[in-house]
């Protein structure tokens, strides 16, 4: 069954401390992977996307890692800001159909 | 810049009360979802269309229903709302192509009283 599994639920840390978020995936065929973030009340948003070739990828304060083998991807947040206090997704899509695959998300809080 | 809106942010309801939620996106898109978000649940798929007057269940579609008469727009029905339904409902569209990004609108949450 293919499966997204995220953890920490929940996690909470200071302004300007680094992080890292974890998903693992049970998706075959794989396509590729997303790190959405969405803020409270509103819609996901595209943060990165991964495909199988791609190990690491980084869009500003943000870095995500796949790896293919093991089947586990990572978000490293760097000098959090109180703007990242939010919910991030973890999306995984297959070759073989359009639907995705979501994670619960971690919700993550960053206080001063 | 992709758009995708919704029709209210906030809607309340009373159970047996027929809901359109209406979802509206203008970058041509031809791939349209329907998602609904609960907590500890994530993200999962009511209905989606390919195209205009397509439509295709997803995982949970008993209680809902679908309309794609215009490209632009994908609206989904609750025929007789029940409390059960109360949920954050997200729209999202995408090109057809299966590696494109989908983009979400900025969500209706719907509360059955």
């Keep these: ?112 | 810049d992709v758009k995708v809106t919704q029709s209210s942010r906030y809607l309340v309801k009373r159970t047996g009360e027929k809901v359109f939620l209406e979802c509206v996106q203008d970058m041509d898109h031809e791939n349209m979802f329907w998602y609904r978000q609960d907590p500890g649940l994530g993200l999962r798929l009511i209905y989606f269309s390919y195209d205009v007057k397509m439509k295709e269940k997803g995982d949970i579609p008993e209680g809902y229903s679908v309309s794609r008469e215009k490209k632009e727009r994908f609206s989904l029905i609750l025929e007789s709302a029940s409390t059960n339904q109360t949920s954050m409902y997200l729209c999202a569209s995408k090109w057809r192509e299966r590696s494109y990004e989908q983009y979400f609108g900025p969500g209706t949450r719907l509360t059955v009283t």
């Design chain 1, 1 to 112: 069954k293919n499966q997204v599994e995220q953890s920490p639920q929940s996690l909470i840390i200071l302004e300007g401390k680094n992080c890292t978020l974890q998903c693992n995936y049970t998706v075959s065929p794989f396509s590729n992977l997303r790190w959405y973030k969405q803020d409270t009340g509103r819609g996901p948003v595209s943060l990165t996307i991964m495909t199988f070739s791609e190990n690491t990828k980084s869009n500003g304060r943000y870095t995500a890692t796949l790896d293919a083998d093991t089947k586990q991807s990572s978000l490293h947040i760097t000098a959090s800001q109180l703007s990242d206090s939010a919910s991030y997704i973890c999306v995984v899509s297959a070759s073989n159909t359009d639907k995705l695959i979501f994670g619960t998300g971690t919700r993550l809080q960053v206080f001063p």
